[in-house]
């Protein structure tokens, strides 16, 4: 089992809807979890990071974590087409407590 | 500015010709770390250091190496290219501590003939 797993997609939403990305880890020890956008041929960049189980909000973009189930989501409210990117599910772990990254899913928000 | 820079931006060379890929941070960071980026496989971590003259193996280390002389530069070696290295690069550094995220640098196109 991959440590970090996300369904790679495509996931594609019309302009204006909810695009939901999810993500599910195998470390039960995780304590914190965080979410980067990547537009295709650049460097991922943090948009999120979520540390007790719950929803975080952050402008359109809210972040739920479930401990329990091992399961983190990222939800995107009134989707834009600068929204269209990868997006990757990260989460500290390994002897090193290093990154570990998810495959990444990617998002077409269709105008 | 904080950032993480990487050079070369894109390179383009043969089989077995040796090449060095470098890091700079400026940011005081104790852990750096090299992943590629591959289709379908998303990052995968190639070696990681968490302070100078300390260096341990990622998931993908086979036919690179590393060093760590000063905090601030960790450099990415392949002494021996080959084309399955061919990939997207990136180095990233965080502070120390549970949970730090990872800044990275710009990437690094390497394509290996």
């Known amino acids: 089992q991959k440590e970090v797993e996300q369904n790679s997609g495509p996931l594609s939403v019309p302009e204006g809807a909810i695009a939901s990305l999810n993500c599910t880890y195998s470390?039960?020890?995780?304590?914190?979890f965080f979410w980067y956008r990547q537009y295709s041929g650049k460097s991922p960049e943090l948009i999120m990071s979520?540390?007790?189980?719950g929803d975080k909000e952050d402008g359109r973009f809210t972040a739920q974590l479930n401990k329990a189930s091992q399961y983190v989501s990222l939800l995107i409210r009134d989707s834009q087409p600068s929204d269209s990117a990868t997006y990757l599910c990260?989460?500290?772990?390994?002897?090193?407590?290093?990154?570990?990254f998810g495959a990444g899913t990617r998002l077409t928000v269709k105008p | 500015e904080a950032q993480v820079t990487q050079n070369p931006r894109y390179l383009i060379t043969v089989t077995g010709k040796k090449l060095t890929v470098t890091c700079s941070q400026n940011?005081?960071?104790?852990?750096m770390s090299w992943y590629r980026q591959d289709p379908g496989l998303g990052l995968r971590q190639i070696y990681y250091?968490?302070?100078?003259?300390?260096?341990d193996k990622g998931d993908v280390p086979e036919g690179y190496k590393v060093s760590r002389k000063e905090k601030r530069n960790f450099p990415l070696i392949l002494e021996s290219p080959s084309p399955n290295q061919t990939s997207l690069y990136f180095c990233?550094?965080?502070?120390?501590?549970?949970?730090?995220?990872?800044?990275f640098g710009d990437g690094t196109r390497l394509s290996i003939l």
């Open positions: 990233a550094s965080r502070t120390a501590g549970l949970g730090q995220p990872q800044h």
């Open positions: 470390d039960r020890g995780s304590q914190s």
């Open positions: 979520i540390y007790s189980n």
């Open positions: 990260a989460v500290p772990g390994g002897d090193n407590n290093d990154m570990r």
């Open positions: 940011m005081n960071h104790e852990y």
């Open positions: 250091s968490m302070n100078v003259e300390v260096t």
